[in-house]
């Protein structure tokens, strides 16, 4: 059972934070499962564009583990993220789909996914959330 009582007892922006990842998983799903190319595509990459830039920003903001003094490993994830969407953007502005289609889809991978997975571990508050209900 899903519980969003622990997620609402931390500070700001680990909710909003979580909250917006978690959106994007699954909007990120539904983008590589529909067509490309038509405006559908293109209004929810933007959502999912704005909305991976604002989980990497207040990434910066969220500091629990503290590996090296404010930062943590995870911390390295940030610039990578937003590199590779203005990365995305203008390869596919440029017309060079095949370099939009690889970014974006690592970037799912790699910024939502394994790095999601992460926050599910024994002691995340993510784990809380989903498995501790």
Known sequence: MISLA???????PIPGHALVACALVG????????????????????????????????????STLKTFGY????????PYTL?????????????NVVAHRKTMV???????VVAGAFTLLPGRVMHEVFFAG
């Open 83 to 95: 590199a590779s969407l203005i990365y995305g953007v203008w390869t596919v502005r440029r017309g």
């Open 6 to 12: 622990p997620l609402a007892a931390e500070p700001i």
């Open 27 to 62: 909007l990120g799903a539904l983008q590589l499962a529909l067509p490309k190319g038509n405006r559908v595509h293109k209004a929810l990459g933007w959502v999912f564009v704005v909305g991976l830039a604002f989980v990497a920003i207040s990434g910066l903001f969220i």
């Open 106 to 112: 690592w970037l799912y991978a790699t910024a939502l």
């Open 71 to 78: 930062f943590s490993p995870i911390h390295l994830i940030i």
